[in-house]
T-cell receptor
Framework: QQQVKQSPQSLIVQKGGISIINCAYENTAFDYFPWYQQFPGKGPALLIA?????SEKKEGRFTISFNKSAKQFSLHIMDSQPGDSATYFC???????????FGPGTRLSVLP | EPEVTQTPSHQVTQMGQEVILRCVPI?????FYWYRQILGQKVEFLVSFYNNEISEKSEIFDDQFSVERPDGSNFTLKIRSTKLEDSAMYFCASSTANYEQYFGPGTRLTVT
């Protein structure tokens, strides 16, 4: 129940295209859902996050869509750029503690 | 912009030796975390720390691990007797009460 599932494992998108990464969870106690971007050899960097009281949050080219009933959330990267090529992790926080659970990651490659 | 710093960037140690990984969280943050990431795998939660005590720990965080905030700025992770399988990137993170975590650049631990 503490798992966060993430798909696809890898994604190749043309420059200017839309990248979509999906995550799903079972634990209804999760109350905060961040996305992290990680470049090789670096730590994860917080990209955007959402709480379950909203269905969508947009920051620049990055949008999170959240479906509470389906227990799913997704990251959309509009106008994808080669500089977006990185590994993306979704995560969830359990509101009973300080435990953050990460998805397995999606390796995004944006072709020039 | 304030950032989480970690030292050393790379630590090589022999099996059975003790290692201490050091972190300086962002100064006004209240929550502190350690994560590990085995090469190519997902980020795994180890422990969270708040108000000078552990608030939550994972199954990975067994008796070989300990954390300490020895002064007002440093946050350390100690592994008492390292095993080969402890080889990984170790990330420190800190957050304010709104859960927005900021990760450090990591320490690569190699146990030989």
């Amino acid at each position: 129940q503490q798992q966060v599932k993430q798909s696809p494992q890898s994604l190749i998108v043309q420059k200017g295209g839309i990248s979509i990464i999906n995550c799903a969870y079972e634990n209804t106690a999760f109350d905060y859902f961040p996305w992290y971007q990680q470049f090789p050899g670096k730590g994860p960097a917080l990209l955007i996050a959402i709480r379950p009281d909203v269905s969508e949050k947009k920051e620049g080219r990055f949008t999170i869509s959240f479906n509470k009933s389906a227990k799913q959330f997704s990251l959309h990267i509009m106008d994808s750029q080669p500089g977006d090529s990185a590994t993306y992790f979704c995560a969830a926080r359990d509101n009973y503690g300080q435990n953050f659970v990460f998805g397995p990651g999606t390796r995004l490659s944006v072709l020039p | 912009e304030p950032e989480v710093t970690q030292t050393p960037s790379h630590q090589v140690t022999q099996m059975g030796q003790e290692v201490i990984l050091r972190c300086v969280p962002i100064s006004n943050h209240l929550y502190f975390y350690w994560y590990r990431q085995i090469l190519g795998q997902k980020v795994e939660f180890l422990v969270s720390f708040y108000n000078n005590e552990i608030s939550e720990k994972s199954e990975i965080f067994d008796d070989q691990f300990s954390v300490e905030r020895p002064d007002g700025s440093n946050f350390t992770l100690k592994i008492r007797s390292t095993k080969l399988e402890d080889s990984a990137m170790y990330f420190c993170a800190s957050s304010t009460a709104n859960y927005e975590q900021y990760f450090g650049p990591g320490t690569r631990l190699t146990v030989t």
